[in-house]
């Protein structure tokens, strides 16, 4: 699965209406208040935040050509929106894209209601600058990306399986800590071969998805095989709700801990902490992080993630349109050293390759895979009061040697690339895995 690339800041909050421009400028525009406020903000926070600098004349194109092609999508063809001309006046600019909203309102008739007019010129504002990340998100896209990164929560076991390919039977791949099977005592590894009674051999992993799941406070019975052996007696779970987890570890042979992080959310620190601390108990000799397909997050959470493993020293500089560069360093939390291999690929990006580069740039660690996404931009996010927001790019990055790695993505020190059908996180069916556990065994070796 490909996650979205996005690297994100928490931006202003409502108290950013405060610096706009007076709402008054909204009377006789026929727009509600609350449309004219975030017409404001949009635009107040695009030409002062942006990373690069903005266009008055661009802006006013945008809306106006975004609220064309609305119309037009909607059947409302001619509309008689006049050219906007930009001024050296910003309060006069953001007026006259509301009172092009209100025209393009009395347009539609019936057809499409001001407030959704009003997003359609907050979109085409955002789109004049002709950067991908920078975006204007309706309520339900921002509340699924809030989602994505902050995780949800559901009723069940806390189990994560995958099929065997060889015993056709359903498997334990990962535990959610302190979650109803670990605390019943079900195990990494394990073998379901029945749930409630019903073989898991015939049963896809949809189907048993849903079997495990149900109401908190329910419970279900698991037949287990462990080592080759059916244990006696089943073992019986309390369902619960579960928070989704950003972060999964297990022990592969070898004393090799492998973590997979799979989006760096506003938890994905506190989860990896628990999950090091698991493998050391279990005594972890080296590590591989795996960051393939991990689109990145917050920002935070890099500097967080990557502060486990470099114990002092720069992660990341953040440099604005002023040219205001800001060094993050590491926050002195990370973990003894011991041998590590991070994994990833195309699809890593943003947060992920922060932290990719600043392992690799401080030198406590080998890149394994492929060459990364390569997106060095850094976004804000500025929520509006009906629960929208604009997203948008406000500054750039650097690793800590000042690479600038935006379209150029990271190279691995070990380049090797995905086979086919690969299952990530085990060893026999995923080759840039097998690559890293047999650096991080040579790296042993040299330690004895």
């Not at 092009?100 to 009003?118: D, F, K, N, T």
């Not at 071969?193 to 992993?205: E, L, N, S, V």
């Not at 440099?319 to 939390?333: L, Q, S």
């Not at 000042?402 to 691995?412: A, E, L, T, V």
């Amino acid at each position: 699965m490909h996650r979205f690339s996005s690297l994100l800041l928490t931006g202003a909050l409502l108290a950013g209406f405060a610096q706009l421009p007076s709402a008054t400028l909204a009377a006789g525009t026929g727009l509600s208040q609350a449309d004219a406020s975030e017409i404001r903000l949009s635009y107040t926070k695009l030409t002062a935040e942006f990373y690069k600098p903005t266009h008055p004349q661009s802006i006013l194109d945008g809306a106006r050509s975004e609220l064309l092609h609305v119309l037009a999508k909607s059947g409302v063809r001619g509309a008689a929106l006049p050219p906007l001309r930009a001024s050296a006046n910003a309060a006069y600019d953001i007026h006259a894209v509301e009172r092009e909203v209100q025209l393009a309102s009395r347009s539609a008739g019936r057809r499409i209601s001001p407030h959704l007019l009003a997003y359609a010129a907050i979109a085409g504002m955002l789109s004049s600058v002709h950067d991908r990340w920078t975006v204007f998100l309706t309520p339900k896209e921002y509340a699924a990306l809030n989602q994505g990164l902050n995780g949800g929560s559901f009723s069940g076991t806390g189990i994560v399986i995958q099929k065997s390919l060889r015993t056709k039977y359903i498997e334990v791949s990962n535990i959610v800590p302190h979650g109803p099977a670990d605390l019943a005592g079900v195990r990494q590894g394990d073998t379901i071969a029945a749930i409630d009674g019903h073989p898991t051999k015939t049963m896809t992993i949809t189907q048993a998805s849903l079997h495990l799941r149900g109401k908190a406070g329910t419970k279900v019975r698991l037949t287990i095989v462990r080592d080759g052996k059916r244990l006696p007696s089943p073992i019986v779970v309390t369902r619960a709700q579960i928070a989704a987890l950003s972060v999964f570890q297990k022990m592969l042979p070898g004393k090799i801990g492998y973590v997979a992080l799979t989006v760096f959310g506003q938890d994905t620190g506190s989860e990896l902490t628990t999950a090091l601390d698991r493998l050391a108990r279990e005594g972890a000799r080296a590590l591989v992080l795996d960051l393939r397909d991990n689109g990145g997050g917050y920002l935070n959470a890099a500097v967080a993630v990557s502060s486990k493993f470099i114990a002092t020293g720069p992660i990341v500089s953040v440099e604005t349109r002023a040219a205001n560069i800001t060094t993050i360093e590491a926050d002195d939390t990370a973990i003894a050293p011991i041998p590590l291999a991070v994994l990833v690929n195309g699809h890593t990006a943003s947060a992920a390759e922060i932290t990719s580069g600043a392992i690799a740039d401080s030198g406590v660690g080998t890149i394994v895979g492929t060459r990364t996404f390569g997106k060095g931009v850094v976004q804000t996010i500025f929520p509006m009061p009906d629960g929208s927001a604009v997203k948008i790019t406000t500054a750039r990055y650097l690793t800590p040697d000042n690479r600038n790695i935006n379209h150029i993505g990271i190279r691995p020190e070990i380049v090797i690339k995905e086979n086919k059908h690969a299952r990530y996180g085990d060893p026999n069916h995923d080759v840039q895995l097998a690559r890293a556990i047999a650096f991080l065994n040579d790296e042993l070796a040299h330690m004895r």
